[in-house]
C-alpha cells in the first residue's frame, strides 16, 4: 500500500495584519499567569523546604528535579505538537501544573513535594513549548518577532512582581503555606481559562508521520540561547550571594529593573528585527550583555548593581526575542513543533549547565573571576556566528 503523501499544514484567515486579536490577548493573559505561578515560588517554596526537614542540597535538587523534568519529554512533545495540536498541549501542561498546585496546598511532606514538582515540571515544558508555537501561528507573515516579543513581556513582567509579592507575603503572613500556595493555584487556574479562551488557528491536516525529535535548522539559535541563558542561570542562582558577600542590600531590585527592561525591549527590537534583520540586533545585543556581566562582576554599590541590570536586561531582552525569531524564520508550519521544542530544550538547558558549573568553578574562583567568564561565554556565539560567516558581515 502506498504511503499518503504529506499534507502541507498552512493557516486559513491568514489575511488579518493585527497581532493584538483576541486569541493572542488570551494566550498573552494565559502566560502572565503561569509565570507568576512560577515566580511566587520563588520565595516560598526554599523556606518551604527547610521546615519541612530539607536541607540547601534539597532545595538545589528540587529546582533540578523541576527544569529536568521539563525538558525530558520535551521532544516527543514537539512531534506530538505536529501532529494533535498546539491547543491541546496548552491546556494539558497548565492543567499538570495547576492539579500539582493542589496538592501542594495540602502542606505536604518532603517527598511528596518532590513529585509535585516532578509533575509541575513535565507541565511546565508542555505549556513553554505549546505557547511559544502558537505565538508563531498567531503571527502576521514577516511580523514574527514582533509577536514574539509582544508575548515575551510576560515573563519578565511577572519575574518583577511575582517574587516581591510573594517574598512580602510570606514575611506579613508569618509562613503561612496553605495562603502562599493558594496564591499560586490560583494565578494556575487563571492561566488555564485564560488558555481555554485561546482558538487554534485551523490548519490542514495530514497523516501522523514521522519526524526527528530534533531540528537541525534551528542548531545555530539553539546554540545561541544556550550560552545566553548559560549566564541567566549564573545571575539567578548566584547573584544573591554575591551581594551577601560585598554587603550589597536589595539585590532582589536587580532582577526587577532586569525583567521591566526586558519588558520594554523585547518587542521594541522584535519588531525591528522584522525590518532590518535578526543579527543587526542579536550580535550588538550580545556584547551589550556581555558589558553588563563584568559590570556585575567589578559592582560594589546597589547603584552599580542596577545598573548593571538595566543595561543586561536590554542586551538580553533585544537578543533573546531576535534569536528566537531567527529560529522561527528557518522552520517550515508543519517543523515548529519540533523546532521550537529543540529551542526551548536549549534555553532550559542553558540555565541548568550555567548554575551547575559556575557552582564547581565557585570552589576555586571569586565572584568576580566567574563572573567575567560569564561575559566571555556570552560573546562566544557572536565569534562563532562571524566564524559560520568567514569573517565577513552577513545579515539572514
Known amino acids: 500500500m502506498m504511503r499518503p503523501l504529506p499534507v502541507k499544514t498552512t493557516f486559513r484567515g491568514g489575511g488579518n ?27 516560598i517554596l526554599p ?91 498567531l503571527a502576521p507573515d514577516g511580523r514574527s518577532g514582533e509577536a514574539l516579543g509582544l508575548m515575551g513581556i510576560a515573563p519578565p513582567f511577572s519575574l518583577a512582581v511575582a ?21 499560586a493555584s490560583a494565578a494556575a487556574v487563571l492561566a488555564l481559562v485564560m488558555a481555554l479562551l485561546v482558538k487554534e488557528p485551523e490548519r490542514d491536516k495530514s497523516e501522523d508521520q514521522k519526524s526527528p525529535l530534533l531540528s537541525r535548522k534551528v542548531f545555530l539559535p539553539s546554540l545561541i540561547i544556550f550560552f545566553m541563558t548559560f549566564n541567566l542561570g549564573c545571575i539567578l542562582t548566584f547573584l544573591p550571594l554575591l551581594g551577601e558577600v560585598r554587603n550589597i542590600e536589595a539585590v532582589g531590585y536587580f532582577f526587577t529593573v532586569f525583567a521591566l527592561t526586558a519588558v520594554v525591549f523585547r518587542p521594541t527590537f522584535g519588531r525591528i528585527s522584522d525590518r532590518v534583520g535578526r543579527s543587526w540586533i542579536f550580535l550588538p545585543a550580545l556584547i551589550v550583555a556581555g558589558v553588563a556581566l563584568i559590570m556585575i562582576a567589578l559592582a560594589s554599590t546597589v547603584f552599580e548593581l542596577i545598573l548593571s541590570a538595566f543595561i543586561f536586561g536590554a542586551g538580553f531582552g533585544a537578543a533573546h526575542s531576535s534569536v528566537m525569531a531567527l529560529a522561527a524564520d528557518r522552520l517550515p508550519v508543519m517543523e515548529r513543533g519540533v523546532g521550537m521544542a529543540t529551542f526551548t530544550g536549549a534555553f532550559d538547558l542553558g540555565i541548568v549547565a550555567g548554575s551547575s558549573i559556575i557552582g564547581i568553578l565557585l570552589n576555586w574562583l571569586d565572584f568576580k573571576a566567574v563572573f567575567i567568564l560569564c561575559a566571555a561565554v ?7 556566528y562571524m566564524f559560520r560567516t568567514r569573517l565577513r558581515v552577513y545579515m539572514p
Do not use: H
Open 17 to 43: 495584519r493585527k497581532i493584538l486579536t483576541f486569541n493572542f490577548m488570551a494566550l498573552l493573559g494565559a502566560v502572565f499567569f503561569l509565570f507568576f505561578a512560577l515566580d511566587f515560588y520563588i520565595p
Open 47 to 137: 523556606f518551604y523546604v527547610l521546615d519541612v526537614g530539607g536541607g540547601e542540597a534539597a532545595v538545589g535538587l528540587l529546582m533540578g528535579l523541576f527544569t529536568f523534568c521539563s525538558i525530558i519529554l520535551r521532544p516527543f512533545q514537539g512531534r506530538d505538537l505536529n501532529r494533535r495540536g498546539r491547543k491541546r498541549l496548552l491546556v494539558m501542561g497548565i492543567s499538570l501544573y495547576a492539579a500539582a498546585g493542589v496538592g501542594l496546598l495540602l502542606l505536604p511532606p518532603l517527598p511528596l513535594v518532590f513529585i509535585f514538582r516532578a509533575v509541575q515540571g513535565f507541565g511546565w515544558g508542555a505549556f513553554l513549548l505549546s505557547f511559544n508555537t502558537l505565538t508563531l501561528d
Open 378 to 384: 556570552m560573546v562566544v556565539p557572536v565569534a562563532v
Open 163 to 183: 517574587p516581591i509579592l510573594g517574598e512580602q507575603l510570606r514575611i506579613s503572613t508569618d509562613g503561612n503555606y496553605a495562603l502562599l500556595f493558594f496564591i
